[in-house]
């Protein structure tokens, strides 16, 4: 796999603005060069690739190659690519050889964490367009304080699109727009809390932020056991006092896979016969590649199960866009707990996302990202499998990330030389609820987050630090 160029992304688009934009995109590769961050021979991005990274004509990046190319910087060959020189450094500095070890990099060049899309991916035009057709079409009143259960053009569509593509039994009157999951998890835990609730259950391995918020709310969260087959619901009923699970019922985070039929029966039978509720946290229901789609848990029993979803998967967490969709009886709760008036999620990007969703500009964003995203997997696989033998990857029949099975007392290690490397990346342990069964070692890789052009190099450094 050739050596790829990844280090400069998020810096390039925090920097370069105005007419000074070629000049900084040098001024900020040479001194890559001169700090030893792009070795000679890396493989810079084409300039087609890197233009769409930052957002910019592609004249400009090939400009900018070419004037560096000619001063000795870059070299340039015919199917060969774009490459960092050899160069000869000065005589007033003494040479020193590499260490064999690279050093801690205090700013991860790959970030290959779980829970990002492809930032560099966001539908920019056709958001543009559907943000303007919203404008114009807006009420006045869509510019005043809004109702705390969102605006209801887009209660009406996601109430049309969650219909169609997960299978969830909503009305527009039973959903509730709220601004990102944590959100949304926030005002149940109150709501729970207020219907004399003393537990909420989580599941073994997941985000410690959403056991968090529910402790915060004044809640237990005692965890759910774990097997082979994925969450094991039947110790639900021994639990005091609880009034509802978190659950990943379609693909379970982190560890992957979908709950079985016959447990996802026995968790709605758990909370028909206890009066609890199932908060199911839909995350990323939209990326399936080797199956099909796997419905939402919520059209079991509409009135015993909460659904939450989330843009931040499938557009970008920067939206704040989320949304749950409520039994009859708790709407008005949630809706009280939120506020008297919506003053979370602005009414404009409710506006646009509703006429993204309408338009079918969503839908095609999504089957164009699904692709996109299965060939990252795809790759990631066949580079472990020719470089790691011994590390197996698993949970990836969906989502955005891949667990890899490490070889027994190689996690720390493993995640050592990955820092030593640049690479951001977490394990399956830093995911264990603290009173859980330890699970085998395991990195789990977040395939998604890197741009078009830093993927390449991120896999390649990946597979190098893998034992």
């Given at each position: 796999m050739a050596n790829d160029w990844a280090a400069f992304g998020a810096d390039l688009h925090l920097e370069l603005r105005g007419t000074r934009l070629r000049a900084g995109l040098m001024d900020a590769l040479r001194e890559a060069v001169r700090s030893g961050r792009l070795a000679a021979g890396t493989r810079l991005p084409s300039s087609r690739s890197l233009a769409a990274d930052l957002g910019t004509a592609r004249n400009t990046v090939a400009d900018a190659y070419a004037e560096l190319v000619a001063e000795g910087w870059l070299t340039a060959r015919q199917g060969s690519g774009?490459?960092?020189?050899?160069?000869?450094?000065?005589?007033?500095?003494?040479?020193?050889?590499?260490?064999?070890?690279?050093?801690v990099t205090a700013t991860p060049v790959h970030n290959l964490k779980a829970g990002t899309p492809d930032l560099a991916s966001f539908p920019r035009a056709d958001?543009?367009?559907?943000?303007?057709?919203?404008?114009?079409?807006a009420p006045d009143e869509a510019f005043g304080y809004g109702d705390p259960r969102g605006r209801p053009e887009l209660r009406t569509a996601l109430a049309e699109y969650l219909a169609r593509a997960r299978g969830v039994h909503a009305r527009p009157g039973r959903i509730v727009v709220c601004a990102g999951f944590v959100h949304g998890l926030t005002l149940i835990?109150?709501?729970?809390?207020?219907?004399?609730?003393?537990?909420?259950?989580?599941?073994?391995?997941?985000?410690?932020?959403?056991?968090?918020?529910?402790?915060?709310?004044?809640?237990?969260?005692?965890?759910?056991?774990?097997?082979?087959?994925?969450?094991?619901?039947?110790?639900?009923?021994?639990?005091?006092?609880?009034?509802?699970?978190?659950?990943?019922?379609?693909?379970?985070?982190?560890?992957?896979?979908?709950?079985?039929?016959?447990?996802?029966?026995?968790?709605?039978?758990?909370?028909?016969?206890?009066?609890?509720?199932?908060?199911?946290?839909?995350?990323?229901?939209?990326?399936?590649?080797?199956?099909?789609?796997?419905?939402?848990?919520?059209g079991l029993d509409p009135e015993r199960v909460v659904y939450l979803g989330t843009a931040s998967k499938s557009l970008a967490p920067g939206l704040r866009l989320a949304w749950m969709v409520l039994p009859e009886g708790l709407v008005d709760e949630v809706a009280a707990a939120k506020g008297a008036v919506d003053w979370v999620s602005s009414a404009t990007d409710q506006l646009a996302f509703a006429e993204f969703l309408r338009s079918g500009a969503y839908d095609r964003h999504?089957?164009?990202?699904?692709?996109?995203?299965?060939?990252?997997?795809d790759q990631l696989v066949t580079a472990v499998a020719a470089h790691a033998p011994e590390t197996r990857v698993g949970g990836i029949a969906a989502g955005l990330h891949a667990v890899l099975t490490l070889p027994p007392g190689t996690e720390r290690p493993t995640l050592r030389a990955a820092a030593r490397h640049g690479i951001a990346v977490?394990?399956?342990?830093?995911?264990?609820?603290?009173?859980?069964?330890?699970?085998?070692?395991?990195?789990?890789?977040?395939?998604?987050?890197?741009?078009?052009?830093?993927?390449?190099?991120?896999?390649?450094?990946l597979c190098r630090v893998l034992p």
């Open positions: 774009t490459r960092v020189a050899d160069r000869a450094e000065p005589r007033d500095r003494p040479r020193h050889r590499a260490p064999a070890t690279p050093p958001w543009l367009k559907a943000y303007r057709r919203a404008l114009t079409a835990g109150r709501v729970l809390r207020d219907r004399g609730a003393r537990a909420a259950a989580v599941e073994s391995y997941g985000l410690r932020v959403h056991a968090d918020v529910l402790a915060g709310a004044g809640l237990d969260t005692p965890p759910l056991p774990f097997d082979e087959r994925g969450t094991r619901v039947d110790g639900l009923t021994s639990l005091t006092g609880c009034g509802a699970v978190l659950m990943t019922a379609a693909h379970q985070f982190p560890l992957g896979g979908a709950l079985p039929p016959d447990r996802r029966a026995a968790v709605v039978d758990w909370a028909r016969a206890s009066g609890g509720l199932v908060l199911e946290d839909d995350y990323d229901g939209e990326f399936r590649y080797d199956r099909q789609p796997v419905g939402a848990l919520q999504v089957r164009a990202m699904r692709l996109r995203y299965r060939r990252r997997r977490h394990t399956v342990s830093q995911y264990r609820h603290p009173t859980a069964l330890p699970a085998p070692p395991a990195l789990v890789v977040g395939y998604a987050t890197p741009s078009d052009s830093a993927w390449p190099g991120a896999l390649e450094t």
